[in-house]
């Protein structure tokens, strides 16, 4: 039985919209309905910090004292963000960590946005008891990868910038990059065939978890993407990144405990 005390607040920032919710972090459900505000026009840590701030006040009442957990899309690394494709770039290099948790006057704590989606996969969605290795695909505005290894995540992996064809991966593969190109679910699913393919090639994984609000649409392209490894649409579907922060802030605040 849960109790408000394990209500976190999973926020995740994306090149659109910074979203947030309360998460029952026993049950990996979402404990009120999420508040959507669009992502500023200039990204900066400082400007998308305000944004979390008032997600933060919205909820303040049902996440008691709780660490806040917040899903960047950016590898995070000893809480050092090292890259940034799709939010300002004065984020490189920062410790995102400390300026959230002073902005806010609470304990902060950022992760990767698609590992995010990878640990709430494993625990409560499409990821969840799958031995060998997964690789979960946030689809989104970039592609974000999380790798599980028997059910443990191997962190700021960046497999949406590997090289295909020439080209970054993520503007050519991406479903940002099916909208800014108008493309049809048969010509992208066409570069996700691609993408797939030179995933296995590097990989050999197990089984392939694709992501992000698009993976809502997935009887649309998931069948018409053609590799041998088994492919499967996320159960948390643009859920995952909300709900692996808030559980990534409650596992680092048991850590320090
Ligand atoms: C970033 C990744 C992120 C992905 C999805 C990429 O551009 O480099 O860190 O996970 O987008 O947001």
């Keep these: 039985m849960s109790s408000h005390t394990d209500?976190?607040?999973?926020?995740?920032?994306?090149?659109?919209?910074?979203?947030?919710?309360?998460?029952?972090?026993?049950?990996?459900?979402?404990?009120?309905?999420?508040?959507?505000?669009?992502?500023?026009?200039?990204?900066?840590?400082?400007?998308?910090?305000?944004?979390?701030?008032?997600?933060?006040?919205?909820?303040?009442?049902?996440?008691?004292?709780?660490?806040?957990?917040?899903?960047?899309?950016?590898?995070?690394?000893?809480?050092?963000?090292?890259?940034?494709?799709?939010?300002?770039?004065?984020?490189?290099?920062?410790?995102?960590?400390?300026?959230?948790?002073?902005?806010?006057?609470?304990?902060?704590?950022?992760?990767?946005d698609a590992d995010a989606a990878g640990l709430a996969e494993v625990r409560w969605g499409a990821a969840k008891g799958v031995p060998g290795l997964v690789v979960v695909t946030p689809l989104g505005t970039g592609i974000g990868s999380a790798l599980l290894w028997n059910g443990e995540l191997i962190p700021n992996t960046e497999l949406g910038h590997i090289e295909i064809d020439g080209a970054d991966a993520e503007l050519k593969a991406s479903s940002g990059a099916k909208s800014r190109e108008k493309l049809s679910f048969k010509r992208w699913a066409r570069r996700l065939t691609r993408y797939y393919q030179e995933i296995e090639k590097l990989l050999r994984p197990d089984l392939i978890v694709i992501g992000g609000g698009v993976s809502k649409e997935h009887q649309n392209f998931i069948p018409l993407i053609e590799v041998e490894t088994p492919i499967t649409v996320a159960k948390l579907f643009n859920r995952a990144g909300i709900i692996g922060s808030a559980a990534n802030a409650m596992d680092a605040a048991a850590e320090r405990a």
Excluded: Q
């Design 7 to 112: 209500n976190v607040l999973g926020i995740d920032i994306g090149g659109s919209g910074i979203k947030g919710a309360p998460v029952d972090v026993v049950t990996g459900k979402l404990a009120s309905e999420r508040v959507r505000i669009p992502t500023p026009k200039k990204a900066t840590p400082k400007n998308c910090a305000a944004v979390v701030a008032e997600l933060v006040e919205h909820f303040a009442e049902e996440i008691g004292d709780n660490p806040v957990g917040v899903a960047i899309p950016g590898p995070v690394v000893h809480n050092v963000v090292k890259y940034m494709a799709n939010l300002d770039s004065s984020w490189v290099g920062i410790n995102a960590d400390d300026l959230f948790t002073k902005k806010l006057g609470r304990k902060v704590e950022l992760v990767n």
